[in-house]
């Protein structure tokens, strides 16, 4: 299979944000007598803020509006995304991309604002893409697993052909909205959501890392070292 586009997801994939959502949501949750499990964690991850603080209010019947635990969540969330880092392989893959001019794009649930303080202290990584694409953008009219925010950021590549695409995921949301729209797909998944998934057969590749990526496995260049 020949790749010439790569677009990334950011929350758990590109950066260990995903900590920080976990800590927080934990947090709120056990104030109620809750458990932020895996299992919700599994059903949360890659959803946008309102998607996921309603799943979170359904299912564990915690008393607090939707808006409310979008509020609370947030303004929390945010003291701690400065603290935000790459994962690990990530520098040396998007940096690897870079060098040998493959077109990059970053996909985020997550809103301008948000993608704003997490990407502050992180310039080196996101000043490498070409485009970024947030979950709040005007032609993002549905969040995962419907396809449209990996087909915007499609666009803003200039509309290669979908099957060259290869999108990088951590969330089982994420691999149906990339299949949805007609991308292959890299599934780098938290171990234990992984276990809680252990028949997901739509990604191309699972890897427990983006350090174990072999770029020559899709026709990309590959690592010198």
Same mark, same amino acid.
């Given at each position: 299979?020949?790749?010439?586009?790569?677009?990334?997801?950011?929350?758990?994939?590109?950066?260990?944000?995903?900590?920080?959502?976990?800590?927080?949501?934990?947090?709120?949750?056990?104030?109620?007598?809750?458990?932020?499990?895996?299992?919700?964690?599994?059903?949360?991850?890659?959803?946008?803020?309102?998607?996921?603080?309603?799943?979170?209010?359904?299912?564990?019947?915690?008393?607090?509006?939707?808006?409310?635990?979008?509020?609370?969540?947030?303004?929390?969330?945010?003291?701690?995304?400065?603290?935000?880092?790459?994962?690990?392989?990530?520098?040396?893959? %998007?940096?690897? =991309?870079?060098?040998? *001019?493959?077109?990059?794009?970053?996909?985020? $649930? /997550?809103?301008? #604002?948000?993608?704003?303080?997490?990407?502050?202290?992180?310039?080196?990584?996101?000043?490498?893409?070409?485009?970024?694409?947030?979950?709040?953008?005007?032609?993002?009219?549905?969040?995962?697993?419907?396809?449209?925010?990996?087909?915007?950021?499609?666009?803003?590549?200039?509309?290669?052909?979908?099957?060259?695409?290869?999108?990088?995921?951590?969330?089982?949301?994420?691999?149906?909205?990339?299949?949805?729209?007609?991308?292959?797909?890299?599934?780098?998944?938290?171990?234990? %959501?992984?276990? =809680?998934?252990?028949? *997901?057969?739509?990604?191309?590749?699972?890897? $427990? /890392?983006?350090? #174990?990526?072999?770029?020559?496995?899709?026709?990309?260049?590959?690592?010198?070292?």
């Amino acid at each position: 299979m020949k790749i010439t586009h790569c677009i990334f997801d950011m929350d758990g994939l590109l950066l260990d944000t995903e900590r920080i959502y976990y800590e927080v949501t934990a947090e709120i949750l056990g104030r109620y007598g809750k458990t932020y499990t895996w299992e919700l964690r599994s059903l949360s991850l890659g959803l946008r803020q309102y998607d996921s603080a309603d799943l979170l209010v359904r299912k564990t019947g915690i008393p607090m509006s939707v808006e409310e635990l979008m509020k609370e969540r947030n303004e929390k969330n945010i003291e701690r995304f400065p603290t935000a880092r790459p994962m690990p392989g990530v520098m040396r893959l %998007i940096k690897h =991309l870079k060098a040998h *001019n493959i077109p990059m794009a970053v996909a985020t $649930s /997550s809103s301008r #604002d948000n993608f704003a303080i997490k990407s502050l202290n992180n310039q080196e990584l996101f000043n490498m893409f070409d485009s970024i694409t947030c979950g709040d953008d005007p032609n993002v009219k549905n969040g995962k697993p419907a396809p449209d925010l990996f087909l915007s950021a499609w666009k803003s590549m200039g509309n290669p052909p979908l099957d060259q695409c290869l999108v990088f995921e951590d969330a089982i949301n994420g691999i149906r909205a990339a299949k949805n729209a007609g991308m292959h797909v890299v599934w780098v998944p938290d171990p234990n %959501i992984a276990l =809680l998934n252990p028949g *997901n057969n739509d990604a191309d590749e699972i890897i $427990s /890392s983006l350090e #174990d990526f072999d770029p020559a496995k899709y026709e990309l260049p590959p690592f010198c070292d």
